[in-house]
């Protein structure tokens, strides 16, 4: 288990966005995995909470992460759908995702983010996603390149 | 038109977050927006391409102003879902979105995103979502405090 | 309870969609439902499993149903996204559903779909989405009447 | 462009769930295509309104027909999120479904749902998806017997 979380350590230190925001890791488990990231101003929107944006990041590398215990690292998540169901102020982003279904080549997965602080914790939005396997994401960055 | 763009963008400016990431506005219209955003390597994941949380938050953000100008500026995305298509490596992440339908109290958006680089463009995600007037959002965090 | 269980039932056999296909409600809690439908030739798309728009369907109406529970009957789904995690080729569908955060006018709920034969039950799907009071369905109805 | 419509016709007729409710092809193109379905009372739900599920399966189905066309019959939708935009009473739907991107394994699809009555067309459903060769469900299928 130390070298599971050793891993996912390494990996988050290896992503410049993740220390840029100050994503840390708190758990990794054989299916299951806790991303975290303190509130800080330069985090916020115009209204004073967290941008959607930050959330959605956490939520959505907390998704990879936890596809990576059952696929390996070389994984990204290929889509995903987020809810929001509070508005956060303050206090530590904990985002907890664990895969609900794993095949050889992609992996669905659900991540729940809550706000802790003071003892207390809220949910505050609810994803749910695919990983794939890295080799699937380079076959499509070959096909059609102006698809759009 | 000018209005409309000075507002958008003096709302960009206050998001501590976009101000951090580099975001700039490029266009609104009237029911229509793109952001864009310049890729550095501060914005990487680990396997040396854009994190997924970069182009989310930037769709997330195209969504809510696109829905802001249908609803006013007191806006939130309530929720969306993002398909990445194509890693990025490099070149100027623009985020286009449009308002598809809008009621009183919230707004259906797409948004497109791209990325430009030596005059090519690239569709790299696709995001859908909804926009939300913030008192839904008020009603919501004074409901439930542990729903979670 | 036997007051909501007989509730649950009443809508559902008031649906003339579900009497078509078949549904049933297996059980109604607090904040959970459960609706089942049996698997028939008739439920099938052309490689021998069963539709996805039967399992999305039983989903969207077991989502639409917890919601029901905390917001009450006049109650529809706005919106929500579903992953298919295997092919159904007999058996018994079960969609279970949850409220997840319940604010005044919307609820974010969860549903899991299971197919059960002999004693056996495995995950086929998982969904998640948002219920929203009618009226402001009827809202965005009398709104905008070409967004299209 | 004959043999592209005759084979979707052929596939459409062969899903059984296609023909109890009654959707026929309206048009297949190199890579978009619609379906329609016209309302009647047994595709209803309580409150009078077109069930969202059948709404959800017409956009489903668009979605795994356009992937179709460019990934060949053997594909089912893998994923895909929905937004209802407006309930329906009357009229026939119609789903609009065209390939915004595509690899050798999956495409991603867009669809919008309208309903036609009398000269006039609204949008009443928005859905994003992708879909996915069968080759990786039946990979999916004979993993993880009990994932749930």
Redesign the interface.
């Known amino acids: 288990m130390t070298d599971l979380v050793d891993r996912a350590r390494g ?1 988050l230190l ?5 220390v ?1 925001l100050g994503t840390e890791l708190m758990h990794a488990g054989t299916n299951e995995l806790a991303l975290c990231l303190p509130v800080r ?7 004073g ?1 967290v ?4 959330i ?3 939520a ?2 907390a998704l ?1 992460f936890a596809g990576a215990l059952v696929l390996g690292p ?1 994984v ?12 956060v102020l303050s206090g530590t982003l904990v985002a907890r995702a664990n895969v ?7 992996a ?1 997965c ?1 991540c ?1 983010v ?1 706000v802790m602080e003071g003892g ?5 939005a ?1 994803a ?3 990983v794939v396997r ?1 080799s ?2 380079d ?3 070959s ?6």
Chains 1, 2, 3, 4 share one sequence.
């Open positions: 990996a290896a992503q410049p966005f993740s840029l101003e330069e985090l916020k929107q115009q209204h909470f941008h959607g944006g930050v959605s990041y956490l959505d590398n990879t070389r990204v998540t290929g889509e995903y759908k987020i809810n929001y169901l509070r508005p609900i279904h794993a095949g050889r080549q992609q669905t659900q729940s809550y207390d914790e809220w949910l505050v609810l749910q996603g695919t890295m699937d994401l076959e499509q960055r096909a059609a390149p102006r698809a759009g």
